[in-house]
């Protein structure tokens, strides 16, 4: 059976400006992998309120869940939030839970809840609050969307709160060759297998290390013994 | 005047599998930064053919110029330019000229220029050649499309190649104020900053170190003297 499927939509100008390296990505994708959900797209758009809602709108219509990143924080450039409720047609406004997790937390660390602060209580309706034992300001999961912060800690720790509510299938299983030859060596023998293997992925990934050409053979599947079967045919098969 | 834009499409399992971290996309960003084009959004998706036709259709009318990396190798899951040549309607084929570069590529390294290397000559109608000078394989470009390779090393040199046959816009400038102070407490100095400069384009990037919190506020702009003038501001108003 096909595993479900997850999209993520990364929202900041930080990484399109090239000012950051996105993290959050790398580990969403091995974490689903881990849990049985196929990750099959990634965008990244900046803080530009048409485009997160368009985003949502599509990813949300065509993958069973979608995580987001990025932009629920309590400055002016964060609209993450109103994005959400206006691609799912909901009003938003500051909601009781999540202000008395908001004074709670501000009341014990001696910072003032101020209205900046306050904007991180403002939670589409009908939506439910996602724990976030790092920074305790709430993320969100509306429909089949869950905003999660962009912050790495802070994203993980949300990730860790969403997956066990979330349907896995069966893990992917990997198994990886290295082959210290050129792609165009192999690619008939992968193709071969490609096709007495239905069942598997078979990735070919090229290399360069000290100028000699080479490849990484990946192949996953849900079956561990076909994995392992591949893989022992392509070492024959290749020789290695 | 606005800068012209761009669209990044990633494609790969790999990256979407958590296997590989993506490192095109932060080099491209920063390619793009300093040649005045702005880069609004990025797609993965994986090595599926409907997938990447849909996503290349959609990015190519959205913006002026897209860059996709990956999938243009010799093996059986190399299909970008069979996709693009069916995102734009056009046939694909060997074509002389890149058989030619592949073949006096091969004859000095002594390799066998097969049935699987020469698919790398396969070109989309119409599709101008991009020169590498890493691995000689061509990448091309067709309408607003550059297709190249993902190895970063290839990539790097035909971003090389297509870069200055762009028409870029004013380079954005960029400065950078860390604050050791939550976001809350300076984000209503930053939104009547960003009101007072609306020319501009102000972020703040919350990160936590050793247990505290603070954040990078950062000024983009075209104009070095706004951004100069904003920062000094800044500064003033934090009092730091």
Do not use: W
Not at 64 to 77: A, C, E, K, L, R
Not at 78 to 92: K, R
Not at 190 to 204: K, R, V
């Amino acid at each position: 059976m096909a595993n479900p499927t997850a999209a993520m939509l990364v929202i900041g100008d930080e990484i399109l400006s090239g000012r950051t390296r996105d993290a959050n990505m790398h580990f969403l994708a091995g974490e689903l992998t881990k849990h049985g959900i196929d990750l099959k797209e990634v965008r990244i758009v900046s803080d530009d309120h048409p485009a997160i809602v368009a985003a949502v709108r599509a990813l949300s219509a065509a993958y069973d869940t979608v995580f987001t990143s990025g932009g629920i924080g309590p400055t002016h450039d964060d609209i993450t939030a109103d994005c959400i409720a206006e691609a799912f047609g909901v009003g938003i406004g500051v909601r009781d839970d999540a202000r008395a997790i908001l004074e709670t937390h501000y009341a014990t660390t001696g910072h003032e809840l101020n209205a900046a602060r306050l904007r991180m209580a403002r939670i589409p309706d009908g939506a439910l609050l996602i724990d976030n034992p790092v920074s305790m300001a709430p993320g969100f999961s509306i429909e089949n969307v869950h905003v999660l912060a962009g912050v790495p800690q802070v994203f993980q720790a949300m990730v860790a709160s969403v997956l066990p509510t979330l349907t896995g299938g069966a893990p992917m299983l990997s198994q990886t060759l290295r082959v210290l030859r050129g792609e165009g060596d192999i690619a008939a023998t992968l193709s071969a297998l490609a096709d007495d293997f239905p069942d598997l992925s078979i990735g070919c990934y090229p290399f360069q290390k000290d100028g000699a050409f080479g490849a990484s053979v990946v192949v996953r599947g849900q079956d561990g013994a076909r994995v392992d079967a591949a893989i022992t045919r392509l070492a024959r098969d290749l020789g290695v």
